[in-house]
């Protein structure tokens, strides 16, 4: 069965520092695999998405992720935080012919 | 539209009482999903649909809660007889499933809250 798991409940980090979020999944076979990120009291917005191809996806916001099958995984990162990109993000793994799943979420709070 | 419209976007309702969501998907897209989010962040899978059919109702308590996709008319999904725990934000989402394309849009949500 497919399943999300992000490690991080909550991450603090300061502003222009890096940033890198863990996400790893379990899927039978080659996943589709995306970042949301949502802000408080709004709805998902998708920041990248991963099917095939370069496992480095470049995304909206200055925000990348690396696919590592032999890992599982599928880390975003983006080199230098902004107070804005405060927020809640899920990773999630999906297939064309069903529902996506999502991770629990990990909330990321920008220090001054 | 380029969005996913969902109505209303806050619903307050009495325990035992019905609510009802709605969900317009974008035009074009062939597929839709609803999503319960509560408190702990979490996103339960309720119940997809491909035009007017169910795909995947494997999320859906089928006790109380109900949806449909009828032609011409805003996706919508029911909760009879609602419970303190019904509380949450529910999202839908549309796409085409296009493996070539494959992703969601979000609507922002209705906020239901059970008293």
């Known amino acids: 069965a497919q399943s999300v798991t992000q490690p991080d409940i909550h991450i603090t980090v300061s502003e222009g520092a890096s940033l890198e979020l863990r996400c790893n999944y379990s899927?039978?076979?080659?996943?589709?695999l995306f970042w949301y990120v949502q802000s408080p009291g709004q709805g998902l917005q998708l920041l990248l998405k991963?099917?095939?191809?370069?496992?480095l996806v470049q995304g909206i916001k200055g925000f990348e992720a690396e696919f590592k099958r032999s890992q599982s995984s599928f880390n975003l990162r983006k080199p230098s935080v902004h107070w804005s990109d405060a927020a809640e993000y899920f990773c999630a793994v999906g297939a064309p012919s069903g529902a996506m799943r999502f991770g629990a979420g990990t909330r990321l709070t920008v220090k001054p | 539209g380029e969005e996913v419209a969902q109505t209303p976007k806050h619903l307050v309702r009495g325990e035992g009482q019905k609510a009802k969501l709605y969900c317009a998907p974008i035009k074009g897209h062939s597929y839709v999903f609803w999503y319960q989010q509560v408190l702990k962040n979490e996103f339960k899978f309720l119940i997809s649909?491909?035009?007017?059919?169910?795909?995947?109702e494997t999320g859906m308590p089928k006790e109380r809660f109900s949806a449909k996709c009828l032609p011409n008319s805003p996706c919508s999904l029911e909760i009879q007889a609602t419970k303190l725990e019904d509380s949450a934000v529910y999202f839908c989402?549309?796409?085409?499933?296009?493996?070539?394309?494959?992703?969601?849009?979000f609507g922002s949500g209705t906020r239901l809250t059970v008293v």
């Open positions: 649909f491909q035009n007017e059919n169910v795909f995947d």
């Open positions: 991963y099917f095939s191809g370069d496992t």
């Open positions: 899927y039978g076979a080659t996943p589709y």
């Open positions: 989402a549309s796409s085409q499933l296009d493996s070539s394309n494959y992703g969601y849009t």
